[in-house]
């Protein structure tokens, strides 16, 4: 069976009108992978952003603009079946101006699947903080 597999893998290379064929074929996917990989990389923070800016709005406090990074990423199982990324991004907030909170957000597939703010507020409107 190997000495078959190497014979025709043989074959393949010395063929000459495949020469210089596969090579470039793999390079063209490889830079499609990196391409989508890139793409879809920018619409999960677009998504963040947009998410943390109306979370924020609803939790009545400032959202600071350009503080959304991403802190952990991870391949994951999407609810869908196949296998997907998981981004975990990070954004500062303030609620009296003097004092940066963070909060997290995740987003897994192109969905928000979690916003954690540190703290909720009680009726009086004081900080209740979550652990």
């Known amino acids: 069976m190997l000495g078959t597999l190497s014979c025709l893998l043989a074959t393949f290379v010395s063929d000459p009108t495949l020469n210089g064929f596969y090579p470039q074929l793999i ?8 391409l989508g990989f890139w793409w879809s990389s920018l619409k999960a923070r ?3 952003v ?3 800016k109306m979370q ?3 939790e009545q406090v400032q959202f600071l ?8 990423m991870k391949p994951v199982r999407l609810n869908s079946g196949p296998i997907g990324w998981q ?22 597939g ?18 209740v903080y979550t652990h």
């Open 46 to 48: 677009e998504l963040a």
């Open 56 to 58: 924020c709005q609803r």
């Open 65 to 72: 603009d350009q503080t959304v990074a991403m802190s952990r």
């Open 87 to 108: 981004r975990q991004y990070r954004f500062e907030f303030t609620d009296d101006g003097a004092h940066r909170d963070t909060a997290h957000l995740t987003v897994q």
């Open 50 to 52: 947009s998410t943390a």
């Open 110 to 127: 192109g969905r928000v699947t979690l916003v954690r703010f540190p703290f909720t507020r009680d009726q009086d409107g004081s900080r």
């Open 27 to 34: 390079v063209v996917l490889l830079l499609a992978a990196i």
